[in-house]
């Protein structure tokens, strides 16, 4: 069975451009996560998908970062523009939900804005 | 505001001693309590968990101790190998919130 997979695993954009990440969750996976980790810091949560709707967003830094998950199936979070402080590690997570609160992470996609 | 907090950020232990990695958390409605190994270049993976109405989960080398009166739990590994040289993070969640709040991680280095 795949992992959540995320693409792309690296990405360096300068300031002022779009980015738009993917994450493929585990298939049958309702629940997906988008996280971040800045520079050493704790693991930050930004929002939490069920199915396509938005469960929960207060972890979205501003109005600069729009995340979707078209269909229930895999999400994208575009960040447009980049700025400097949105460098860092982009993690999705999924999980099957019904008291599962193991979530598998996918392996990050990290944003350097320079 | 950080809610959970892992306030060593490196460990240092000799191949086969034991390994001990410490969290502290402030929210005492969190429930459920995970720790997540990370090696460089990947995602963290889900190690061993706890529940609040335990103290202790054991789950082969690893057993996580829960101490609910004072808002602490660790993670014991022993006999440490070198395969478990990662970044160990501790999470919480509770029951009507999904979301995982991390503490910093701690970095466990084996040294053979």
């Known amino acids: 069975e795949a992992g959540v997979t995320q693409f792309p695993s690296h990405s360096v954009i300068e300031k002022g451009q779009t980015v738009t990440l993917r994450c493929d969750p585990i298939?049958?996976?309702?629940?997906l996560y988008w996280y971040r980790r800045v520079m050493g810091k704790e693991i930050k949560f930004l929002l939490h998908?069920?199915?396509?709707?938005?469960?929960?967003e207060s972890g979205m830094p501003n109005n600069r970062f729009l995340a979707e998950r078209t269909g229930g199936t895999y999400s994208t979070l575009k960040v447009q523009p980049a700025e400097l402080e949105d460098s860092g590690v982009y993690f999705c997570?999924?999980?099957?939900?019904?008291?599962?609160?193991?979530?598998?992470f996918g392996q990050g996609t990290r944003l350097t804005v320079v | 505001d950080q809610q959970v907090k892992q306030n060593s950020p490196s460990l240092s232990v000799q191949e086969g001693r034991i390994s001990i990695l410490n969290c502290d958390y402030t929210n005492s409605m969190f429930d459920y309590f995970l720790w997540y190994k990370k090696y460089p270049a990947e995602g963290p993976t889900f190690l061993i968990s706890i529940s609040s109405i335990k103290d202790k989960n054991e789950d082969g080398r690893f057993t996580v101790f829960l101490n609910k009166s004072a808002k602490h739990l660790s993670l014991h590994i022993v006999p440490s190998q070198p395969g478990d040289s990662a970044v160990y993070f501790c999470?919480?969640?509770?029951?009507?919130?999904?979301?995982?709040?991390f503490g910093t991680g701690t970095r466990l280095t084996i040294i053979p």
């Open positions: 298939s049958g996976h309702d629940n």
């Open positions: 998908f069920v199915k396509e709707s938005k469960q929960d």
């Open positions: 997570a999924s999980t099957g939900g019904g008291g599962n609160t193991e979530a598998f």
């Open positions: 999470a919480a969640i509770y029951f009507g919130n999904e979301k995982l709040t």
